[in-house]
């Protein structure tokens, strides 16, 4: 099936894995030759993994089967992209900078958390939700872990909105976006063959996956949700837990501590000379979850080619964008190119 819906329908692949088949070299042979992205889910290091998990051994098995994994795509020169996600816990979160460094020495690319939820397991929740000095202090530090894992050549996704929507749900508090422009980023479709703006909506806001009969009809899913929205909102849109509308899976720079500025620079004459000279194509929108025109990443790719540099796919990434929260980076990127 994987390779049938890639093959005949030229999609790109991807899935979480809790990692027990990927010792099998077949399974890995099929994830390196079909697959774009794959997602280690972990827990935890070591012993809390293993806890939380209910068998001893399981990280240190997870470890050696992710490392033959990254060896596999190494030795074909293609494969999936990397990426392992943590769920943040009381009495994990203070472990997730070693993890990480762990995470690195596996062969992973990059990495995404997200915080305990309570919608699945509520009974677990209460003893094991973040505490608000916790949620703070991980906010705190995630900038000098960002900029160590960037040296090691690991991206740590996770916008500064998405950090605020971990925060405020330490403390109880809500945030109701009044405009989440639905459907025009991404969709999520459920088990039932709804399409929805989130995993939050469906009952709401569901569409039948097999009304969805030509181009036009999906393109029309922004506009058709929005109009629902207008009218009625979900009762989960009074407090937003969509992690791709905070920012999830961001693209953050690494940022560092600048001296003060010694120096003018251009004048406002060239800056606002150089706009007017750019090429309509590089002032059109980029493309971000399948709407807009430009691809940044192929951009950058074709330019740094010219240049006569070899630059690595994983590299590449960081001229994409998965929310629209990247938008504007990725518009200052076309300009400087």
Not at 35 to 61: F, M, N, Q, W
Not at 120 to 128: G, K, Q, S, V
Not at 173 to 191: H, N, S, T
């Amino acid at each position: 099936m994987s390779r049938a819906y890639r093959l005949r329908h030229d999609l790109g692949l991807s899935l979480t894995t809790n990692g027990t088949r990927l010792h099998h070299s077949d399974v890995r042979a099929l994830l390196v030759e079909h697959y774009a992205e794959i997602t280690i889910s972990v827990d935890g290091d070591g012993a809390a993994h293993d806890k939380l998990r209910g068998k001893p051994g399981l990280y240190d098995a997870l470890a050696r089967a992710v490392k033959r994994l990254a060896a596999d795509k190494r030795a074909a020169g293609k494969g999936p992209r990397l990426r392992a996600n943590v769920v943040l816990m009381r009495h994990t979160i203070a472990g997730f900078a070693g993890l990480c460094r762990d995470l690195t020495g596996w062969g992973i690319e990059e990495i995404t958390f997200n915080q305990l939820g309570g919608a699945d397991r509520p009974e677990f929740f209460p003893a094991n939700r973040l505490l608000p000095e916790q949620a703070r202090a991980f906010s705190a530090k995630l900038p000098a872990l960002r900029r160590e894992l960037a040296t090691l050549g690991v991206l740590l996704r996770g916008a500064d909105s998405y950090l605020e929507r971990i925060i405020a749900s330490s403390r109880g508090e809500l945030i109701a976006p009044q405009d989440c422009a639905p459907g025009r980023d991404f969709l999520f479709i459920d088990e039932a063959g709804r399409i929805a703006p989130c995993a939050q909506t469906p009952r709401e806001y569901g569409v039948p996956l097999e009304s969805i009969d030509r181009p036009a009809a999906l393109e029309g899913l922004p506009g058709r949700f929005g109009a629902v929205l207008r009218q009625r909102r979900a009762l989960a849109c009074a407090d937003c837990h969509s992690t791709q509308h905070h920012g999830k899976f961001a693209v953050v720079s690494p940022r560092k501590t600048l001296p003060a500025m010694q120096h003018s620079g251009p004048p406002i004459e060239t800056l606002t000379r150089r706009l007017l000279d750019t090429p309509p194509d590089f002032l059109a929108e980029s493309s971000i979850g399948g709407h807009g025109v430009v691809h940044v990443d192929a951009l950058a790719g074709d330019i740094e080619a010219k240049l006569g540099l070899r630059v690595p796919a994983s590299e590449l990434i960081r001229f994409s964008a998965t929310d629209t929260g990247g938008r504007n980076r990725l518009a200052l990127a076309m300009l400087a190119a």
